[in-house]
Nanobody
């Protein structure tokens, strides 16, 4: 059974940092593309970062402030979020594609490119 479990959300003031973690079950391997999405109230779920191996992608809204990293040995993905802004407030989800989905695509993936999802963790940034 595929499981993704996020942790690390919380409340922080603007300019602060948080690190999200996503632990994957043994069914997730280096053949899966891994990503972070977020969904703010009243908005669509949007991809903010994606990675596999040494490849990474960031949306324009977080590039230069967020860093995705993958520890395959620990089956854990991280999202380091620095210089947080109030507009970063959202529920953050980790996700994984089915194996062998082509990951190195310019532009963001829609949510339906991903097969497996975590339960989400709330991030709140106050001004």
């Amino acid at each position: 059974q595929v499981q993704l479990v996020e942790s690390g959300g919380g409340s922080v003031q603007a300019g602060g940092s948080l690190r999200l973690s996503c632990v994957a079950s043994d069914y997730i391997t280096s053949y899966n593309c891994m990503g972070w999405f977020r969904q703010a109230p009243g908005k669509n779920r949007e991809e903010v970062a994606r990675g596999r191996g040494t490849y990474t992608y960031y949306s324009d809204s977080v590039a230069g402030r967020f860093t995705i990293s993958l520890d395959n040995a620990k089956k854990t993905m991280y999202l380091q979020m620095d210089s947080l802004k109030p507009e970063d407030t959202a529920i953050y989800y980790c996700a994984a594609t089915a194996p062998l989905v082509y990951c190195r695509t310019a532009g963001s993936f829609s949510a339906d490119r991903y097969t497996y999802w975590g339960q989400g963790t709330q991030v709140t940034v106050s001004s």
